[in-house]
């Protein structure tokens, strides 16, 4: 028997194993940075990450004014350019200075009292470091930069109001507008969410105030923001569309439900009123119907579940006077209807998922293959292979069925419908 002080050395051994362990199980990765810095290819502004940085000629990089500097061999940030002749630069001065050699120099200029002045012909404006034409509303432009008003774009070599916005002739100025013509509350951006469950999770991606959505112009991310309505009443406000909000706050399903308008990266949701309530929430020319199953009586496609549609069977005289329309499938005559969906026929020894694509009685699925059932075997019968009865070896059953069987797609091919 071991000594008891053995027992009592691994007992505390443990115990400072397991109270240090927690401690040094936590490590501290260096995560890498996904967002595009300065120098990286991009498409918009908001691609950008960093502070003032710009997407400009397909490349992050920083503004006007602003200068590229290095604060060592791996990082790049936007500074305010140097302004004065003589300062100290990495690539850029203010304009219209230029560094060079790492000083700010008056290149191309003119020193009036210390300042570099750069004299630009008529119908044109310094921009940058190089005199661009200017043009107002309604003239010739070639870029953007061109146009000077605001809400101006060069579309089609002329300035114009940019997408979204409209022309105020008596001010004569460009000026926001929302789709259905009212004036919008505010600006607005857009948060692209490359990441397809916290889109899903999230009830609104802009920075509007619920009820509103961001409605974007030249930019994909920069908008203003415009009223959302709802198909029917108004939106409750106070409920939201959510996922992660408290239960009593969250769109109430039994009388509202959650209208979401989306794009790729981007999506709003509003709490509406729903028009109907069970049992009848299918709303239709302002009336409200029930959903219908197979074969019960509708008045409208919108009425049948899955692909079924609303329709008068021809031939099923039995279940319908020919006179009041059912939730049923349309199939093509090499195919049989299963609940909500046409399967194609299926022979013996072929690939299948219902029994009814078999097409004999005595046929069945059976691990995804029509095979003969178990008491029956396979026999060639009017020159078809078909699943023969032991106890019938002449088959007088099943040459029978198989005249019904085609007296039956005769008469369907004939009504052009088959269910």
Aim: hydrophobic share 25%.
């Amino acid at each position: 028997m071991r000594p008891k002080k053995y027992f009592s050395f691994n007992f505390l051994f443990i115990c400072l194993i397991l109270l240090i362990l927690p401690f040094k199980s936590v490590t501290i990765f260096d995560v890498p940075c996904t967002q595009k810095l300065i120098g990286n290819k991009c498409l918009f502004d908001e691609e950008c990450y960093g502070t003032n940085t710009v997407c400009r000629d397909g490349r992050c990089t920083c503004p006007t004014n602003f200068e590229e500097f290095d604060l060592d061999e791996t990082k790049t940030v936007c500074r305010l350019a140097p302004s004065k002749i003589g300062d100290s630069c990495q690539r850029d001065c203010k304009p219209p200075l230029l560094c060079r050699d790492g000083k700010c120099e008056c290149w191309g200029g003119s020193i009036i009292n210390g300042v570099c002045t750069v004299p630009c012909p008529a119908g044109q404006q310094l921009y940058g470091v190089e005199c661009t034409r200017v043009a107002s509303w309604g003239q010739s432009c070639e870029k953007d930069i061109h146009c000077v008003d605001s809400f101006n774009s060069c579309i089609n070599g002329q300035c114009q109001c940019s997408p979204g916005t409209h022309r105020d002739y008596n001010k004569g100025r460009c000026f926001a507008v929302c789709p259905d013509g009212n004036s919008p509350i505010q600006t607005c951006r857009r948060l692209f969410i490359n990441d397809v469950d916290m889109l899903d999770n999230a009830a609104t991606t802009d920075s509007c105030p619920v009820g509103y959505r961001c409605v974007t112009y030249g930019s994909p991310y920069i908008g203003h923001c415009c009223k959302i309505y709802c198909p029917y009443g108004e939106p409750d406000l106070n409920q939201s569309c959510d996922s992660g909000t408290n239960e009593e706050l969250k769109c109430r399903p039994l009388t509202h439900f959650c209208m979401t308008l989306s794009e790729p990266g981007w999506k709003t949701s509003i709490c509406c009123p729903k028009p109907c309530r069970d049992p009848t929430p299918v709303y239709h020319n302002g009336q409200c119907l029930s959903i219908a199953h197979r074969d019960d009586p509708c008045q409208n496609d919108l009425q049948c579940e899955g692909e079924l549609q609303c329709f008068v069977i021809l031939d099923n005289v039995n279940n319908n006077d020919h006179r009041f329309p059912s939730c049923e499938k349309h199939c093509e005559l090499n195919e049989v209807s299963t609940i909500d969906r046409c399967l194609k026929r299926a022979a013996l020894g072929e690939r299948c998922i219902n029994s009814k694509q078999c097409g004999d009685p005595a046929a069945e699925c059976r691990f995804g293959i029509c095979q003969c059932l178990c008491s029956f075997k396979a026999a060639n019968i009017l020159g078809e292979q078909r699943c023969s009865n032991p106890d019938d070896p002449l088959g007088f059953g099943n040459i029978l069925t198989r005249v019904e069987q085609i007296f039956q797609n005769k008469q369907r091919g004939f009504n052009g419908i088959n269910t």
